[in-house]
C-alpha cells in the first residue's frame, strides 16, 4: 500500500504483455518502435522503456532532445528516435547521446554539420520526416528536392529512414489515409531516384497497425525494414475504429491491458444535513441527510474539474459519485450508500476495485476527450510507483 495521498500504480507486466501482443501482430513483417514520449503518455518513461527494452525492444521514440537524454542518461541502450526534431543548440546532445532526429529543414542539416565536423566527420544518422497531409511538421513533397539537395551537400549524415504519420487512421475506409500513403510512396520514390534509399520505413501508429496492414507489410519495392510506433496501445487503450459514416467496427482492436491505475484516500468524513451546500460556490446542494467524504485529490493532480458532480469514483467495490466541484487539491464524493467507509480508505479513480472497473475511457465520456489526454494529464507530482 502506497503512502501516498494519492498515487498511480503502473503494471509493468501488463506493458509487457501488451508490447509482446504488438510485436507478435506485426512480425515478421515489422519492428516495434515503442513511442515513449511525454514521460511513456503518463506512466513513466524511465520504468517502461527499461521494461520494454529488457522484452526485447530496440527501438523507441520520443517528441524531443530532452525526453532522449533521460532515457540515455537512465542506462536505455537502444535507438531512440526523436520525432519533432531538434531546436536551434541542441545538436551538440543530439550526437553526444546518439539520439535519432527527424529532419525535415535544412537548417536540421545544418546544425548537424556543425556539431560532426568537430567530432571527426562521421556518418550520422538520421530520419526524413514528410509532411504526407497533416501539415504539421515534416517536408512537403513540393520541398522534398529542396532537403535531399542539401543532404546531398552534407559530408557527415546519412539518410536512415523515412516516415510520415497518419491523421485518421482509426477510421477503416478514410479517404485520406488513401492519400497520404500515395504521398509517402512518391516520396519515397523520390528518394530512391536521388541516391537516397532509406534502410527503415514508418507510418503505422497503434490504429493503423490494425486498419492499414499494407503500411508497414510493404511499403516499398527496396530492401527496408518496417517499423510501426505504437502508442497508446502499449499503454492499454484502443481508439475505437469506425468506417467515414461512423458506425463501429467491433472486434478489430488488439486486446490489450490497462497498465495504469489511479488511487486516492479518503481524509474526512461527515454527515451532512438536508440542503448543506457543499464546496467552491454551493453549486451541489445536499438533497438528504447524507455522509460526505473528501479526496485527497484534485485538478492540481490532473483530475478534470469537468467531473464535477457528474463522475464516480470506486470505494469498497461500489461506485461513489462526485458531488460539488472539484478543486485544487480536493474532490468531494457522496457514500451515503456505502456503509463502513473509514478514514484511510482507498478510493480508484482509473481502474478497477472489486467487480467494477473505471477506465480513461469513462472519464473521456463525461469530458469530451481521449485516454490520451486523461492519462497524460496525471501531473507530476502524482507518484508513479510498480503494480505489485
Known sequence: MSSSRTWAEVSLSALRHNY???RDCVAPHAVVCAVVKCDAYGHGAVACARTLEEAGATWFAVTCTDEGVELRRAGIRGRILLLSGMLAGEAEAVVEHRLTPAVWLPEHLQELERVLSRNGGRKFPVHVAIDTGMAREGVPLSRLSVLLQALRASSSICVEGLHSHFASAEVTDAEDVQRQLANYRLALNEMIASGFPPACVHLANSAAI????SSWRRI?????????RPGIALYGYNLPLSDKQGAPCDG???PVTPVLSWKTRVIDLREVPPGQAIGYNGTYTAPAAARIATLSVGYGDGLSRQLSSRGCVLVRGELAPIVGRVSMDLTTIDVTNIPGVQLGEEAVLIGRQGNREITAWDICRLTGTIPYEVLCQIGKRVPRIEAV
Not at 490494425?210 to 496492414?213: L, R, S, V
Not at 516499398?220 to 510501426?228: G, W
Request: avoid cysteine.
Open 252 to 254: 478489430k482492436a488488439l
Open 210 to 213: 490494425i486498419t492499414e496492414a
Open 20 to 22: 509482446e501482443l504488438i
Open 220 to 228: 516499398a519495392d527496396h530492401e527496408a525494414e518496417s517499423l510501426v
